[in-house]
């Protein structure tokens, strides 16, 4: 984990959002702005390839056809204390901001809010015009894209039908707390009874989900949606790093017959493998939170994109 803004000053000693009882809480989004009559160009979204949340975004862009309008550029995997940094000069990892040159993502927080608070996150989605962070909210911007800014790009598919759109709401809500967030409450708890809480609540959405996607193959029925994105970003990580790095270790998400039925699915549909960097979440997620993982060795296996290219 790394520092965070009081005020516009950057506090780069390692902070840990905690309630009383050692739970992890997640700080709400900073900026909120709905884009409803969005311009081509005008919009930049910045990302980690390591992180779910951001993940979800590229995913939905690419689902919705938007790369030609709407611009994306990627931060360096390794997150130290100055928060997610730009290299351009790393031939394995390259990352540039092409809009600033910015050395770090907190200069864009800085330079929309010189009075800013909070931590420095990805996904940003940046306002050309207005020169400033227009959303910082994941779940705010795949809504964007699948609604109002669909005429500009060319969809594949509609992640986010009208007559569904409660029924996704429900589900994305109720995947959040034990799924999305749960891995990180399991990751980051800092006592064992907060811990074991995020592990059992974890696990008992993972058997609940993993029985209806054994009937149905996407969570609101037989097409995608943007709960499914919601969904796959984090199971994609779970083997991989979740498992060890998060000790979300009762079980991996291949055993699970209908979750890994439903990554299969998923990860088949048009572009999604190419959305996939696991040297970057592997890299990321090892190697950055060194206050889990002391000297940030990376360990091998399991190869789930070798595994999701069988059968
Ligand atoms: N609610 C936000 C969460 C974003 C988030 O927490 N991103 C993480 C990466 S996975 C981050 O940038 N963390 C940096 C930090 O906390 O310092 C969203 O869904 O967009």
Redesign the pocket.
Known sequence: ????FVDGKWLSKEHWEADQGGAFK????RFRAWVSEPEAHRYHLYI?H?????H??LIVRRLMGLEAVVGCSTVHPL?GGD??HFDGSDPHFPSADPLYASGHLKELYLRSDDRVNG?????VLWDRKKECIAN????D?IRMFSTDFRSLGRPLLDLYPEALRSEIDLVMDGIYQPINNGVYRCGFAQTFEAYTDALESLFSALDHWDRILKQQPFLCGSTPTLADVALFTTLIRFDAVYYVHFKTSKRHIYEFEGLWGFVKRFYRLPGIAETLHMDHIKTHYFASHRQLNPRGFVPPGPDVEAMLGLQ
């Open positions: 984990m790394s520092g965070r997640r700080q709400e989004s980690s390591a992180c779910p949340w951001a979800r975004t997150m928060g997610w931590r420095v996150t990805v996904p910082n909210e994941s779940s911007i």
